[in-house]
């Protein structure tokens, strides 16, 4: 009698130790891009596994088809690194992502999606108004979150687990500390590579044939006073803004303005590597300095210290808006000029 007692007890321990996944964003509160409180109009969410490797840099990821990322069943790889999209949910009120009453992955789903027990399990939360025909582009807004068993982030990231029977269920969410989380834009998805070489552009805007692109390079197809070249790697003009600070003189009876600060504005594009771009400054119009602006890590920077880029707000499809500033003495007389591959633009 004691030994099927003791066996009936192991039996139930093991059960424990595999079990559905009833997954949320617990105490979360998830506001979109323009600060409003997600809803079920507005919020998706996706539960994602770590197969093998590490997750996936979603702000740089380019899934085979923008549809893998937000279905069930889609298989992430990226390197080696494999993620699972394993459920889906749009369960979102007053900002609040709820668990359902009923597990949302069950075991024997789990086992048909061929998880393995071990995987990390993280929650990426979407702002479905970004969405284009119901799908993510680059223009779309996201956040991952780790999840962890009740949210409690002082134990071991939660993780998928399989090969049993159980009618218990984990309740996985966000660290329970986190009471808000705002959504970011998604950097580089899909889009980023669209146009990503000047032939590509050229063809879809003025219908060229391959073998007249190098020729239209610097002709101006539209009429507009801009060259091809200079509207696919400046997706505007050159802006400019002076900012001026004044003081009294020695009398103290008028104002005089000192040289101002100027701060560009320009689009560069970002996703075609042979662009190189700079900064070409000059006090004469005889003799020009020149600072290499360079794209790495999501931000713009330029080669020379005196010259901050003080804002880098991505536009999409590869384009980013910049903002420059050059901190070296101010003159009064300052000219400036971008240069791309070589050529005055």
Same mark, same amino acid.
């Not at 039996?11 to 105490?27: E, K, M, R, T, V």
């Not at 999501?298 to 080669?303: V, Y």
């Not at 808006?321 to 901190?327: E, G, L, P, R």
């Given at each position: @009698?004691?030994?099927?007692?003791?066996? +009936?007890?192991?039996?139930?321990?093991?059960?424990?130790?595999?079990?559905?996944?009833?997954?949320?964003?617990?105490?979360?509160?998830? &506001?979109? #891009?323009?600060?409003?409180?997600?809803?079920?109009?507005?919020?998706?969410?996706?539960?994602?596994?770590?197969?093998?490797?590490?997750?996936?840099?979603? =702000?740089?990821?380019?899934?085979?088809?923008?549809?893998?990322?937000?279905?069930? %069943?889609?298989?992430?790889?990226?390197?080696?690194?494999?993620?699972?999209?394993?459920?889906?949910?749009?369960?979102?009120?007053?900002?609040?992502?709820?668990?359902?009453?009923? /597990?949302?992955?069950?075991?024997?789903?789990?086992?048909?999606?061929?998880?393995?027990?071990?995987?990390?399990?993280?929650?990426?939360? $979407?702002?479905?108004?970004?969405? =284009?025909?119901?799908? *993510?582009?680059?223009?779309?807004?996201?956040?991952?979150?780790?999840?962890?068993? #009740?949210?409690?982030?002082?134990?071991?990231?939660?993780?998928?687990?399989?090969?049993?029977?159980?009618?218990? &269920?984990?309740?996985?969410?966000?660290?329970?500390?986190?009471?808000?989380?705002?959504?970011?834009?998604?950097?580089?998805?899909?889009?980023?590579?669209?146009?990503?070489?000047?032939?590509?552009?050229? #063809?879809?805007?003025?219908?060229?044939?391959?073998?007249?692109?190098?020729?239209?390079?610097?002709?101006?197809?539209?009429?507009?006073?801009?060259?091809?070249?200079?509207?696919?790697? !400046?997706?505007? /003009?050159?802006? @400019?803004?002076?900012?001026?600070?004044?003081? &009294?003189?020695?009398?103290?009876?008028?104002?005089?303005?000192? *040289?101002?600060?100027?701060?560009?504005?320009?689009?560069?594009?970002?996703?075609?590597?042979? +662009?190189?771009?700079?900064?070409?400054?000059?006090?004469?119009?005889?003799? $020009?300095?020149?600072?290499?602006?360079?794209?790495?890590?999501?931000? $713009?920077?330029?080669?020379?210290?005196?010259? =901050?880029?003080?804002?880098?707000?991505?536009?999409?499809?590869?384009?980013?808006?910049?903002?420059?500033?050059?901190?070296?003495? /101010?003159?009064?007389?300052?000219? !400036?000029?971008?240069?791309?591959? %070589?050529?005055?633009?």
């Amino acid at each position: @009698m004691k030994k099927n007692i003791l066996i +009936l007890f192991l039996a139930f321990y093991s059960a424990l130790a595999f079990a559905n996944l009833d997954w949320g964003g617990g105490q979360t509160n998830f &506001s979109s #891009e323009s600060g409003l409180a997600l809803d079920r109009d507005s919020g998706y969410a996706v539960l994602i596994s770590v197969r093998a490797g590490q997750l996936i840099d979603f =702000e740089t990821f380019v899934a085979d088809a923008p549809i893998d990322l937000v279905t069930p %069943g889609a298989i992430l790889t990226e390197g080696t690194s494999v993620n699972y999209v394993l459920a889906a949910s749009r369960e979102f009120y007053s900002g609040y992502l709820l668990n359902s009453a009923i /597990p949302d992955l069950l075991l024997d789903e789990q086992q048909l999606l061929g998880i393995a027990p071990g995987e990390d399990l993280y929650v990426i939360v $979407w702002d479905a108004h970004t969405f =284009e025909d119901g799908l *993510p582009t680059d223009n779309s807004y996201f956040t991952v979150l780790p999840l962890y068993l #009740e949210g409690n982030s002082n134990s071991l990231q939660a993780q998928t687990s399989s090969g049993a029977v159980s009618f218990f &269920s984990d309740l996985v969410y966000p660290d329970q500390l986190l009471e808000s989380q705002g959504l970011q834009l998604l950097a580089h998805y899909a889009g980023f590579n669209t146009y990503s070489d000047f032939a590509a552009w050229a #063809e879809s805007s003025y219908a060229i044939a391959d073998g007249a692109v190098d020729a239209v390079k610097y002709e101006d197809s539209n009429g507009n006073g801009r060259s091809n070249i200079e509207e696919y790697a !400046f997706e505007a /003009p050159l802006t @400019m803004k002076r900012t001026y600070t004044v003081s &009294s003189d020695a009398a103290g009876s008028a104002d005089i303005p000192i *040289p101002y600060q100027a701060e560009l504005y320009v689009k560069l594009r970002a996703n075609d590597p042979l +662009l190189a771009y700079s900064l070409d400054i000059s006090s004469d119009l005889k003799t $020009w300095k020149s600072c290499a602006l360079g794209f790495l890590d999501n931000q $713009w920077s330029c080669a020379d210290e005196a010259v =901050e880029v003080t804002s880098s707000v991505y536009q999409g499809k590869g384009v980013w808006s910049i903002a420059v500033v050059n901190h070296q003495a /101010p003159q009064s007389a300052s000219f !400036f000029r971008f240069s791309v591959l %070589g050529n005055q633009i």
